[in-house]
């Protein structure tokens, strides 16, 4: 199906634990971002990518790893899971130039215990 | 760097009223700025946007926002509330500098619409 998909779609993990959060897109977008939402804080970036290979941090990465091999995939790692990072995941990716529309994922709610 | 303040968390209005949804922007470049729904456990929808041109911008659902330079303002307005509209609305910019492309979200504003 097209569209960005998103796994799992609610994982509940241990504190100290690893987790990764799986995102996949189908429109071959050169941009993939992922997002946490709190309560008060709206939508805050902790990575993006601009390409496959292509990675950097956005406003909240501390405790957050991500890779992009393919331009289909970008995974994000909590490498110790901690109970301030449990929170709805979202991403998005957006294509070049005057494509400036981001399309969203259906959201990972993480919470950590 | 684009960065946008939404104010007001909740807004209650009553079915059939007016809704207005405030969002400032700060900017030095011209501003790309979006309005997004957000259902309860769903994704971001794309209401409507602003990119050029026109200031007045038509979205979906009967959504529409003006963009005003004088006042940095780009507010989400309804006419007519349906119960349906009850969301969370979230405004966003694009910073889009040096390769950097990435939205930046206010902090949403949450719809109530009572019968």
């Known amino acids: 199906d097209a569209g960005i998909t998103q796994s799992p779609r609610y994982k509940i993990t241990e504190t100290g634990r690893q987790v990764t959060l799986m995102c996949h897109q189908t429109?071959?977008?050169?941009?993939m971002f992922w997002y946490r939402q709190d309560l008060g804080h709206g939508l805050r970036l902790i990575y993006y990518s601009a390409a496959a290979d292509i990675t950097d941090k956005g406003e909240v990465p501390d405790g957050y790893v991500v890779s992009r091999s393919k331009t289909e995939n970008f995974p994000l790692t909590l490498e110790s899971a901690t109970r301030s990072q449990t929170s709805v995941y979202f991403c998005a990716s957006m294509g070049l130039g005057g494509a400036t529309e981001a399309f969203f994922g259906q959201g990972t709610r993480l919470t950590v215990v | 760097a684009q960065s946008v303040t939404q104010l007001g968390s909740h807004v209650s209005v009553s079915e059939g009223a007016l809704v207005l949804l405030r969002c400032n922007y700060s900017s030095s470049v011209p501003p790309y700025l979006f309005w997004y729904v957000q259902y309860p456990n769903q994704g971001l929808q794309l209401l409507l946007k602003?990119?050029?041109?026109?200031?007045l911008v038509k979205g979906i659902n009967g959504f529409e926002a003006e963009f005003k330079k004088s006042e940095t303002s780009f507010h989400l307005t309804k006419p007519s509330a349906h119960m349906s509209d009850a969301a969370e609305y979230f405004c966003a910019g694009l910073n889009d500098e040096k390769g950097r492309r990435a939205l930046t979200f206010g902090s949403g504003t949450r719809l109530q619409v009572q019968p």
């Open positions: 602003y990119t050029t041109g026109a200031t």
């Open positions: 429109w071959s977008h050169s941009y």
